[in-house]
């Protein structure tokens, strides 16, 4: 992973996520140890502090938790916590986009419905 340093997503944000991806694909498994804080540090040439407000961003969402003297570990429910979360922040960004723009184009909230609804059916195959 390389990090984007442009400013747009604080890099303790790109260190949770990319360690969220790692969970998520199975290359960091439930109860298994996680990278140090000075282990992602020299990873990705920053500031252990920084890694550190990574980590600390996962473990307030539970999906890693401590062992004291031991380091990080991820949760059990780990994986389904990220998806919940991935999910709920990715849909909401795209209805708000999806209710801005149709507003702008003085598209009725009934025609956004059926718009969706035709959508969701032709992904199921019904409609071609």
Same mark, same amino acid.
């Given at each position: 992973? %390389?990090? $984007? ?9 790109? %260190?949770? !996520?990319?360690?969220?991806? !790692?969970?998520?694909? /199975?290359? %960091?498994?439930?109860? *298994? ?8 540090? *020299?990873?990705?040439? %920053? $500031?252990?502090?920084? &890694?550190? +407000? #990574? ?6 969402? $539970?999906?890693?938790? +401590? @062992?004291? /003297?031991? #380091? ?5 429910? &780990?994986? @389904?916590?990220?998806? &919940? @979360?991935? +999910? ?8 708000? =986009?999806?209710?801005? !723009?149709?507003?702008?184009? /003085? ?6 419905? =059926? ?8 992904? +199921? #195959? !019904?409609? @071609?």
């Amino acid at each position: 992973m %390389i990090l $984007n340093t442009d400013g747009s997503k604080p890099i303790y944000k790109q %260190i949770s !996520e990319w360690l969220e991806t !790692e969970i998520l694909s /199975g290359n %960091i498994r439930t109860d *298994e140890k996680v990278y140090s804080q000075y282990q992602l540090a *020299e990873m990705f040439n %920053i $500031n252990p502090a920084t &890694a550190a +407000k #990574g980590l600390n961003l996962l473990a307030d969402e $539970n999906i890693v938790y +401590k @062992k004291r /003297g031991l #380091g990080m570990f991820v949760s059990e429910n &780990a994986a @389904k916590i990220i998806l &919940a @979360k991935r +999910k709920g922040q990715t849909l909401q960004r795209l209805v708000e =986009e999806l209710v801005r !723009e149709s507003r702008q184009l /003085g598209v009725s909230e009934e025609e956004i419905v =059926e718009m969706i609804r035709l959508e969701n059916r032709k992904c +199921k #195959g !019904e409609e @071609k």
